[in-house]
């Protein structure tokens, strides 16, 4: 078997001490496995910096989509209106979820390059007040960029709108202070920043604005009120839970705290960004996002004005040589994307950009 370390944006490298921990087979009604599901759920809010008598956190079976579907379609209901602001392939997936479930809403798209403009995002809500939640994500991964959520949550909760972001890509990477910015619901999954394995997302839910959800939701197995109901009580999920995932995800925690928490996590993939875009801009290859915007998370690359350039050439060539790059996945450009995330450290991009150098040389 070939093995590779993953340079995408999660699933991403796991330390084998995260691995190792599913080689062990849970009883999901046990005491001690519901005691995990617990401990996870409270340093979550910790992670958040949220106090457990406001917030709560929810795990969901499922990858993040599921986490984002189970919000938005436990939340809006019939009279609500939800404001979906969108500058990549997941915000626009978003409406693809309102549309699907018949939620009314609105979509508000900036380019992909372009953060979304909080002043807009005001004019829209003084203009319809028929709006009652807004939606937004974090870091879009699909070209890269931090979006600034603090700016619309100013305008969100000044207009005493519900805010929902998908912090899918950021929540343990980058420090966000939820109940300071007033983020009623924040979704992420397992095999982001936090550094576990696919198999659940979850989210950190008001609870004022998850008591107001009971008897909204348009799916028995995301109900969001529900899954919060039956893990409330003593730790079990309300279906089976993916319990080799859950078990990877506690040591997960564990690491990250023994590796300074997410201030540390963060300075981590801030430094290994900023060394792949200083390496790989002396190789010639610029960035789709300018440096203001860029997230320390993922960046995406253009292609080399070379007409004879494949990237799944370029892919192939680099995973023989032990990392997976990711395609690009913007619309406007040809890019590529190397994510900077997971268990990957400096001699990491020193290795992926010496291969590029090769690569570029040898071709
Ligand atoms: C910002 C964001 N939202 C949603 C998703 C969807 O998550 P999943 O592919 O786990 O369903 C992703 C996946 O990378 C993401 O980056």
């Not at 919000?71 to 997941?90: C, E, F, P, R």
């Not at 990877?248 to 023994?258: Q, T, V």
């Not at 001699?347 to 950009?353: V, Y």
């Amino acid at each position: 078997m070939i093995t590779y370390k993953l340079l995408t944006p999660g699933p991403l490298t796991t330390t084998e001490t995260v691995k190792q921990e599913m080689l062990v087979d849970h009883c999901t009604w046990d005491d001690d496995y519901k005691q995990i599901t617990q401990s996870i759920r409270e340093t979550l809010l910790q992670l958040a910096h949220v106090s457990p008598e406001d917030y709560t956190a929810v795990l969901m079976q499922g990858s993040g989509t599921f986490g984002v579907e189970s919000v938005l379609t436990s939340v809006t209901g019939t009279q609500d209106k939800l404001l979906i602001i969108a500058n990549g392939a997941y915000g626009l997936r978003m409406a693809d979820i309102a549309r699907y479930a018949g939620l009314p809403y609105q979509l508000y798209t900036c380019s992909y390059d372009e953060v979304p403009d909080s002043k807009a995002i005001a004019d829209i809500l003084a203009a319809d007040p028929s709006i009652t939640h807004v939606s937004m994500v974090h870091c879009e991964t699909t070209s890269g960029i931090l979006n600034d959520i603090a700016a619309v949550a100013k305008v969100v909760k000044a207009a005493g709108k519900t805010y929902i972001v998908d912090a899918m890509s950021s929540f343990g990477g980058i420090d966000i202070p939820v109940s300071d910015l007033g983020i009623d619901f924040l979704i992420s999954s397992a095999n982001k920043c936090v550094q576990g394995v696919p198999g659940f997302s979850f989210i950190i839910a008001k609870k004022s604005a998850l008591t107001a959800c009971e008897g909204k939701a348009r799916s028995l197995s995301l109900d969001l009120y529900e899954q919060w109901k039956a893990m409330e009580k003593d730790g079990k999920w309300r279906f089976t839970s993916p319990t080799h995932v859950v078990l990877a995800f506690a040591k997960a925690l564990e690491e990250l705290a023994a590796e300074g928490g997410v201030p540390a996590r963060e300075q981590r993939y801030r430094s290994n960004n900023h060394l792949l875009i200083k390496n790989m801009g002396q190789l010639g290859f610029r960035t789709y996002i300018d440096a203001l915007h860029q997230s320390p998370i993922i960046t995406s690359f253009y292609f080399p004005q070379r007409c004879d350039f494949s990237f799944a050439d370029m892919y192939a060539y680099i995973k023989e040589r032990g990392y997976a790059i990711y395609p690009g996945k913007v619309t406007d450009a040809d890019t590529f994307r190397i994510g900077n995330i997971g268990e990957i450290y400096a001699e990491d991009i020193e290795k992926l950009c010496g291969i590029f150098a090769d690569y570029m040389e040898d071709k």
